[in-house]
């Protein structure tokens, strides 16, 4: 029996500009406001997709290759 497998990966970086919109922080500094921010990992509405990876494996019948 085979299966089929199909996995997601998406990429993010912080929203500075959206977290600063949301804090009252327009127009301050990237550093201001990654230290507004914190080291914690911002909550996801904080974040821009900068990249979205898949990974598709379909199964052959045996003793096929692709």
Not at 17 to 35: C, M, P, Q, T, Y
Not at 37 to 65: N, T, W
């Amino acid at each position: 029996m085979s299966s089929h497998v199909l996995v997601w990966d998406l990429e993010t970086v912080p929203d500075l500009r959206g977290f600063a919109a949301a804090n009252d922080l327009d127009g301050k500094s990237d550093d201001k406001i990654s230290e507004a921010m914190g080291d914690r990992f911002p909550k996801h509405i904080y974040h821009s997709i900068v990249c979205i990876g898949a990974l598709e494996q379909i199964p052959c019948a045996v003793g096929q290759h692709l």
